[in-house]
């Protein structure tokens, strides 16, 4: 029964859901102004950081004036060189962005919404790596593609949550070569009303997953049965 038990948590683990983490290559949030918000520095944006005062290291915030030092666009970029043409082909594959708000600015301006969007204004990497590089514009966040509305007036958001984007067609395009990689940004969408606020984030992950197909499962099981069977024939 011992070896039967192993035998068995193997071949349920071989045919589980197999997920893989993009490895976060590059990040930076930048103020409307060129100039770069240093990660969870609240004061640097201008204001106080989440009104429920958690901790953070991404800014997004938006405003009705133009205050162009406290107006804040987060950008990340994720490397796909872990996934090949054929992975992202599999009928099965998908990919998630999970984003962890932490909170809002205050609960008293109304109308900024929390943006996902893909970045199309061009190339860039983080001057923390390299300095001679050059760093997103503040516009690419309007001027994204396939935006997602994550929050709608995060003023009514107090609470951490866990907010989810599936990004597995964007990631097929990254490893196919159709669309280029510049990335993924996180801005404020003024939706009308006072928009002066802010989100913060503490994390943001990128994971790919592979469910086997159906055929891979039955040969994952033979050989479970295989093994069942081999056991049996010697102890016999």
């Known amino acids: 029964m011992k070896y039967r ?3 068995c948590g193997l071949v349920i683990g071989a045919i589980g859901v197999q997920a893989d983490f993009l490895t976060l290559t590059d990040e930076i949030c930048i103020k409307a102004d060129g100039n770069v918000a240093p990660f969870g ?4 944006t201008g204001t106080l ?3 429920n005062g958690a901790a953070f290291r991404y800014t997004v915030r938006d405003r009705e004036t133009a205050s162009t030092f406290r107006m804040v666009a987060t950008f990340l970029k994720f490397d ?23 909170g809002r600015l205050n609960d008293v301006n109304h109308g900024m919404d929390l943006m996902f969007g893909v970045v199309a204004g061009g190339d860039w990497d983080d001057d923390t ?9 503040y516009a690419w966040g309007d001027a994204s593609a396939d935006q997602v ?18 990004v597995t067609s964007l990631v097929q395009g990254w490893v196919n070569g159709s669309t280029e990689n510049y990335g993924i940004t996180l801005f404020g969408a003024d939706n009308g009303d006072n928009a002066t606020n802010g989100a913060y984030m503490d994390g943001v992950t990128l994971a790919t997953t592979v469910i086997p197909e159906p055929a891979t499962l039955g040969l994952v099981a033979a050989f479970g049965a295989g093994i069942l069977f081999i056991r049996r024939r010697f102890m016999i």
């Open 149 to 166: 509305t994550l929050l709608v007036d995060v003023a009514n958001y107090a609470n951490a949550t866990n907010l989810t984007v599936d």
């Open 80 to 102: 796909t060189s872990s996934l090949s043409v054929g992975d992202v082909n599999d009928a099965n594959f998908s990919a998630t962005l999970s984003i962890g708000y932490v």
């Open 129 to 137: 790596v390299d300095a001679t590089l050059s760093n997103p514009d």
């Open 5 to 7: 038990a192993i035998i």
């Open 49 to 51: 950081g989440p009104d």
């Open 41 to 44: 520095v609240p004061t640097d």
